[in-house]
């Protein structure tokens, strides 16, 4: 669930206003298609992936297999666990809650924490939390695992709750956090007196039609899932890598989400159209919130990396969580989309849309 490199999105400066200026035709989809079918064996774990240009679908497909055991194939109702993508969707909860007065993102994360040590919730806003400058102490090595076959947000808590101290002063440098997102989850739990999962699934979900996503949990029943694999560099073999195998892989603010490519168009089109939630709210989750790389103009927003380093602004982020890996890369200005979804953790999402991108724009 950490964040990718972000430097080859300076290489799609060149690339984005010639893909804005022209619909992809049959024969760039053909070489999109041959370069995806180089990479995804028809009987190895593989990818879906969609396109959109213009608020138009222009390409989208799917190669390999949801599960190596039962031979099931990947399709665009296929759910994937999409890792830090979740992240938008606690932060889009976060500025409902405070659309509607139920809190600041200036509040101190003592309103919502009586107990975590002063020394820390006194400092640290919730603003900080969602743009990953609080300075929190990572959860991971603090966390008692050893009869704990699921880490969830409240272990989380738990773990961090005697922690006296910052990695360094909240809201003065960029350090990305997964436990952050863990705590604005609770806080939605808190304000809502809701589960994090019931909050999503009333607010966002239910209003957008995204019947095939859901919040992982154990006994969640997961339609059309897709199981995660991670490559075993020794055997060359794929080694099934989901909630079983991996402790923290169920946390659920910072990347338990499952969903499909085909629901996942259904948030961009409401955060493109701003007829379901409020235009304000869309435009601050997508704005330039806190400097990453002033050189680079990079900046986090609340749930997004925004570069800004060309005109028109792109806004992205990565994901990734035990075998599966996801990639949204968004241009807002020109209605563009490219998201994959992949049960496989040994392909550069990153590296494959450049290569998407030249072919796009040849």
């Not at 989809?29 to 190895?44: C, F, G, H, K």
């Not at 190669?63 to 993508?85: C, H, P, V």
């Not at 405070?98 to 994360?109: M, N, Q, R, S, Y």
Request: net charge neutral; charged share 25%.
């Amino acid at each position: 669930m950490t964040p990718r490199s972000n430097q080859f999105f300076l290489f799609l400066l060149i690339f984005v206003t010639g893909a804005a200026q022209h619909r992809v035709g049959t024969g760039e989809q053909r070489q999109v298609d041959s370069l995806l079918q180089t990479i995804y064996r028809t009987d190895a774990p593989g990818i879906s992936i969609s396109i959109i240009k213009d608020g138009s679908r222009i390409f989208e497909n799917s190669y390999g297999l949801a599960d190596l055991k039962t031979k099931k194939r990947l399709d665009s109702n296929t759910s994937f666990n999409i890792g830090s993508l979740t992240k938008q969707f606690t932060a889009f909860a976060i500025l409902q809650l405070a659309e509607k007065k139920k809190l600041t993102l200036d509040d101190h994360i003592s309103k919502f924490f009586p107990t975590l040590n002063k020394k820390v919730a006194e400092t640290i806003t919730v603003k900080e939390l969602l743009t990953h400058s609080s300075g929190i102490i990572d959860h991971y090595e603090l966390t008692a695992t050893k009869n704990l076959p699921h880490a969830h947000i409240h272990d989380v808590l738990d773990a961090i709750q005697n922690t006296d101290s910052t990695y360094f002063m909240p809201g003065s440098y960029f350090r990305y956090s997964n436990t952050a997102y863990c705590l604005l989850s609770l806080i939605i739990e808190k304000i809502s007196a809701m589960s994090y999962a019931e909050y999503l699934r009333k607010n966002i979900f239910v209003p957008l039609g995204m019947k095939q996503t859901v919040v992982w949990n154990e006994k969640e029943d997961i339609k059309n899932e897709a199981s995660g694999y991670e490559l075993d560099s020794t055997t060359n073999e794929f080694r099934k890598s989901g909630a079983d195998e991996n402790i923290f892989f169920s946390t659920e603010g910072d990347g338990g989400i499952y969903t499909s490519v085909s629901d996942y168009l259904k948030w961009f089109s409401a955060l493109q159209s701003g007829k379901i939630f409020e235009k304000e709210m869309i435009r601050l989750a997508r704005s330039p919130i806190f400097p990453i790389e002033d050189e680079n103009h990079l900046s986090y927003g609340y749930g997004w990396f925004i570069d800004e380093s060309s005109v028109p602004v792109k806004v992205y982020h990565s994901g990734s969580n035990g075998g599966f890996r996801a990639y949204s890369f968004s241009v807002p200005e020109k209605n563009f989309l490219i998201v994959i979804f992949s049960n496989r953790d040994d392909v550069d999402l990153e590296k494959l849309i450049k290569k998407i991108y030249t072919i796009i724009s040849s």
